[in-house]
């Protein structure tokens, strides 16, 4: 189906068959301007013109053949051909010496004389106005060039047109409505645009037509699927009253907010269904997500089912072991810890007997030797941190059970819902009352002498802080703060304080961070390690290096570090001048919003359809024909028109 030469390099770019193909759509134009003579030339852009090929003049530079042929214009002015490391016999056979060849390419000044590096078009003098004005450019991988791409295109096209009689699933309705063509029409159409506008769904019907056919059958799948889990067997668990009414008389201090409360509720009716729930939570980190997650599975024990929890980090999964044992602490409930580091043997045995019902653990709960007796409930922190397949292992411990999603990633309800609208969502938006907003500020990295001092009079007042840096090592290709470098800088500042590292490639980063929680570290200086799985309520301050390399959602999440006590806390976003246009803007999102949801909607904003906040490595699907805030903008025109393609039990 592709070139032989191409098929290896176009699956770089998910190309594996004639669909994927056919949906690799343009991602720009160029525009090539048609010069009569030389004097017409634009510089710094791309042009075409006939030149007479007067002399070859091949030479060697520091072992970099460089072959330069002289051209002229019937006028007589002159333009250097100049190549790099190419075969003198394919140069000679392209421009042969007293010849007039049409050539296209970008054209530069070098030593105030005119020139053009490696012409990408090349053709006999009379082919000169058959040369393209306007040339569409694909999204490439390295070893693939764009005309590759443009003459699979083109096979794959005409083969198709030959053959095109496939009935229509949008109804005329639809068609007139919004003013589209067929989809083979389409697809011609979107493969030769005129202008940048006819490359955006927002301004070209041919690519509004295929973003629709995408987003329509992914939810006609995403339908699909809940149809399917809801006539499926499960684990009915109907909500916990005696267990909940226990723990509320031992923690009467614990006041669930509203957004818990309505998460709860929702919760309990999708647990107490006859079908298996699948649950998002998502919520800003302090927001109490891990105590809704407790009061769930409250029911659970009650029922006489056990439950799992998922965490992505040993440190984490101790964190909420400890957590869930302190807030518990009373009859009925049996906890145990499992991780790489602590694999009980016998406790993997009073899981198999049922006797140990609530489970808390890192991938270890994902190995064959842990069986379940009764496993009716699943919970996943952190889920976007576990691929699609690992969260799958460990709902086949037990087909029948219920599974409930963790996020303190706060993704747009409306993304989510085009996006895997196959699982509900809670948003717990508000925080315990005396938890108090960071105050977050930004300093240039000039201002490092400052801030020392205002670190020495935190850490003399007994509190701790973290210092995050972007690199390990120091990098001769990047000139980044690295963790090494500073702390060694840290503790000739602040002697009398205990300071530790700790970082990815380290083997007792656990140990290092204990330490911290412990209160034996006063400063803790990292990489990004520390962004999920830490939570020490005496942190109140940490400094964010380079804070212009982090995207907002990082930065978000590392800002979350602080604030976990009723203490002010202090969020320093150290940064390198000059910033450009969106690192400065980003920092400034941060420092006037401490909501994690009004930061997704703006890093949405930022990245105009980018990867917000990693959807990419969550397991759901990249759309070919349109970004992020195209999905969003057409949800709307997608369930209208899913509605009616359902109604016309086309394709069904």
Request: charged share 25%; with cysteine; proline share 4%.
């Amino acid at each position: 189906m592709f070139e032989a030469k191409a098929s290896p390099l176009l699956q770089k770019l998910g190309i594996d068959t004639a669909l994927d193909l056919l949906l690799h759509l343009p991602s720009g134009i160029l525009y090539r301007h048609k010069a009569e003579s030389i004097s017409d030339l634009k510089i710094g852009e791309f042009n075409t013109i006939c030149l007479r090929i007067d002399e070859h003049m091949p030479a060697y530079r520091r072992n970099i053949q460089l072959i330069r042929v002289q051209c002229s214009d019937k006028e007589g002015r002159r333009i250097v051909l100049v190549f790099f490391n190419a075969g003198y016999s394919y140069v000679k056979s392209r421009f042969p010496p007293n010849q007039v060849r049409a050539v296209s390419g970008r054209v530069e000044k070098y030593k105030n004389k005119l020139q053009m590096v490696h012409p990408d078009q090349v053709a006999s003098a009379h082919l000169f106005e058959q040369l393209r004005s306007v040339d569409v450019l694909y999204p490439l991988t390295a070893g693939l060039n764009n005309s590759v791409i443009q003459r699979c295109v083109a096979q794959l096209l005409s083969r198709l047109g030959h053959m095109w009689n496939i009935d229509d699933w949008f109804d005329k309705q639809t068609l007139s409505e919004y003013g589209l063509s067929n989809w083979y029409n389409s697809l011609l159409d979107a493969h030769s645009p005129k202008s940048e506008k006819d490359i955006e769904p927002a301004s070209s019907k041919a690519r509004l037509r295929l973003a629709l056919d995408e987003l329509v059958a992914r939810d006609k799948k995403i339908e699909e699927i809940r149809r399917q889990r809801q006539v499926a067997p499960s684990a009915v668990i109907p909500p916990s009253i005696i267990l909940r009414r226990e723990f509320f008389k031992i923690r009467p201090d614990l006041i669930l907010t509203d957004g818990q409360v309505a998460a709860l509720k929702d919760i309990d009716k999708d647990l107490a269904a006859s079908w298996p729930a699948l649950r998002l939570i998502q919520g800003d980190v302090g927001c109490g997500k891990t105590l809704v997650a407790l009061l769930a599975m409250l029911s659970a024990v009650e029922s006489g089912y056990q439950c799992a929890f998922l965490a992505p980090t040993e440190i984490l999964a101790r964190q909420h072991f400890e957590t869930i044992m302190n807030l518990s602490g009373f009859g009925g409930l049996i906890a145990t810890l499992l991780t790489s580091s602590n694999k009980n043997k016998s406790a993997c045995a009073k899981i198999k007997d049922g006797i140990i019902n609530m489970i808390i653990g890192t991938h270890a709960l994902l190995e064959d030797k842990i069986v379940f007796k009764r496993l009716g409930l699943i919970i996943i922190d952190e889920q976007h941190r576990f691929g699609v397949e690992q969260r799958e292992n460990l709902k086949k411990k037990n087909e029948l059970a219920n599974v409930l999603y963790l996020s303190a990633t706060p993704i747009p309800r409306t993304l989510l819902m085009v996006y895997d609208g196959s699982v509900d969502v809670s948003e717990i938006r508000d925080k315990p009352k005396d938890r108090l907003s960071i105050n977050t500020v930004a300093l240039p990295l000039d201002k490092l002498p400052i801030l020392t001092e205002r670190v020495r009079e935190l850490l003399n007042k007994s509190d701790q802080a973290y210092w995050v840096c972007p690199l390990i090592e120091e990098s001769e290709k990047l000139d980044l703060a690295a963790a090494k470098v500073r702390l060694e800088y840290l503790k000739e500042q602040f002697p009398e304080f205990k300071i530790g590292l700790v970082h990815g490639k380290q083997k007792d980063k656990e140990r290092v961070m204990l330490g911290f929680k412990c209160g034996n570290i006063n400063l803790l200086v990292s990489t990004t390690v520390i962004e999920v799985g830490i939570d020490v309520s005496n942190a109140s301050l940490i400094v964010i290096e380079h804070a212009e390399r982090f995207g907002l959602a990082q930065l978000h999440q590392l800002r979350g570090r602080v604030g976990r006590s009723n203490k002010q806390s202090h969020c320093v976003l150290l940064y390198q001048s000059p910033l450009s246009n969106v690192a400065y803007r980003r920092l400034k999102i941060i420092q006037e919003n401490n909501d994690g949801f009004e930061i997704a909607h703006e890093d949405l904003n930022i990245r105009h359809g980018g990867d917000i906040l990693g959807i990419k490595q969550s397991g759901v699907p990249v759309f070919k024909t349109c970004n992020l805030r195209e999905v969003i903008s057409l949800a709307d025109t997608v369930k209208i028109i899913s509605s009616r393609v359902r109604r016309n039990q086309i394709f069904c």
